[in-house]
């Protein structure tokens, strides 16, 4: 069992940045690839960013991201990080932190390829 807690959000105005942290519990951290989602209000969850195990040589972003925000992980701090630069308005949304098993297809983004999810962290751009 693994327990992810995301912190890190706030309010920000375009053009700025963030970074969120997810500290994750429990588990064998590096067998997790670690993926972060959003969803704003009245929308679906989407994908934003994954990170491969177990030392993230691969890494994959939703188009909207792309250039402006980076995945990393931590395996010693049992920790991934999303650096957001030039933030949008569009970028607000409740950000998750989820942990995929070994073995699955984390890299396609779907969130049901994926076990263990946060609380998640509120990130809000002003224009």
């Known amino acids: 069992q693994v327990q992810l807690v995301e912190s890190g959000g706030g309010l920000v105005q375009a053009g700025g940045s963030l970074r969120l942290s997810c500290a994750a519990s429990g588990g064998t951290f590096n067998r997790y690839a670690m993926g972060w989602f959003r969803q704003a209000p009245g929308k679906e969850r989407e994908f934003v960013t994954a990170?491969?195990?177990?030392?993230?040589?691969?890494?994959y972003y939703a188009d909207s991201v792309k250039g402006r925000f980076t995945i990393s992980r931590d395996n010693v701090k049992k920790t991934v990080y999303l650096q957001m630069n030039s933030l949008r308005p569009e970028d607000t949304a409740v950000y998750y932190c989820a942990a995929a098993p070994s073995g699955t297809h984390y890299y396609t983004g779907r969130p049901d390829e994926y076990d263990y999810w946060g609380q998640g962290t509120q990130v809000t751009v002003s224009s």
């Open positions: 990170i491969s195990w177990p030392f993230g040589a691969n890494t």
